[in-house]
């Protein structure tokens, strides 16, 4: 009869040590790789939210016209954001102004603040009346236009918006706008504060600033971002020419260098600090005066 040979105990302090061997390996690669996830996850999400403040900011900057920038330093800027164009008709009486505007994006134009309406004259100068009032109503026509436009038919793309001056506008033209181009703006301000929704932290603010129906709508777009590096620089002159001081001459500005530093809103795995993602980017429009 023979016997069954078992393991000796040399034999299994072997096997525990190579056990023992793999499972740190193994913990190794998955600590190691959910440290990867984490970082790759932080990363993702500071980068979105640095691009998602550069979309939001960058639809409006590049619609800056003709002294358009009314305000500046290095966490934030007030400008004139033109959201809709048309050309004016005859000025009726009791202090109105017709203007019938092209077709424009609806949902745009609803969320809208309207502060005032900009006119160009036939040597192309701007001439910015603010603040001004949407009327009630409708015009029919624009029968001041030469040559006049019929109340109906394929060329009235859109109804006639009734604009009410402020009784002591002195920048009221004294002539008739009949026929000249037109568009309605709104005061914008973007700031770089801090943020409510993560204390602590730096955000982009958006603000619609008094004027119509939405007056000083305050809005925080996206947060969080690096405080000490995210900024807003100028470039000056037609050699578009960077610095980071405003320059004295608001109108000499052509565009701003926008400096986001997007965080993540915690520090991934194994590390103490955000994951931060820089982006810079240079948006030019046209200001200068004229």
């Keep these: 009869m023979s016997r069954r040979r078992g393991f000796s105990l040399a034999e299994l302090l072997v096997a525990l040590l190579i056990a023992g061997i793999i499972g740190i390996a193994l913990s190794r690669l998955l600590i190691n790789q959910s440290r990867f996830v984490s970082k790759q996850d932080s990363m993702m999400r500071a980068r979105a939210g640095a691009r998602a403040g550069l979309n939001v900011i960058l639809q409006e900057l ?10 500046a330093s290095p966490s934030s800027i007030t400008v004139r954001v033109p959201y809709a164009f048309g050309v004016a008709c005859s000025q009726p009486s009791g ?38 009032t ?4 409708a015009s029919s026509d624009c029968s001041g236009l030469t ?9 009235l793309p859109t109804g006639t918006l009734f604009i009410r001056l402020s009784p002591n506008d002195t920048s009221r033209p004294a ?81 701003i260098r926008l400096r986001l530093v997007g965080q993540s809103q915690e520090a991934p795995q194994g590390r103490t600090a955000p994951s931060r993602f820089d982006l810079t980017t240079d948006i030019v429009f046209v200001n200068h005066a004229r």
């Excluded at 424009?104 to 001439?127: E, I, K, Q």
């Design 62 to 71: 590049r619609m800056v016209s003709w002294g358009g920038l009314l305000q």
């Design 95 to 132: 202090g109105w102004q017709a203007i019938l505007l092209m077709p424009f994006d609806s949902a745009n134009y609803a969320s809208a603040s309207l502060r005032g309406y900009a006119w160009r004259d036939r040597v192309g100068t701007l001439h910015f009346v603010e603040p001004a």
């Design 147 to 155: 040559p006049p436009i019929p109340a109906s038919g394929s060329a």
């Design 175 to 255: 002539v008739d706008l009949a026929g000249a181009p037109v568009y309605l703006f709104q005061r914008v301000r973007y700031a770089l504060a801090p943020s409510v929704e993560i204390p602590g932290r730096t955000a982009l603010w958006r603000t619609q600033l008094a004027g119509g129906t939405r007056d000083s709508l305050v809005e925080e777009l996206v947060a969080p971002f690096e405080t000490a590096t995210t900024s807003f620089g100028f470039l000056v002159g037609n050699g578009l020419r960077y610095q980071a001081t405003v320059p004295t001459a608001l109108d000499s500005v052509r565009g």
């Design 134 to 137: 949407l009327g009630t109503g």
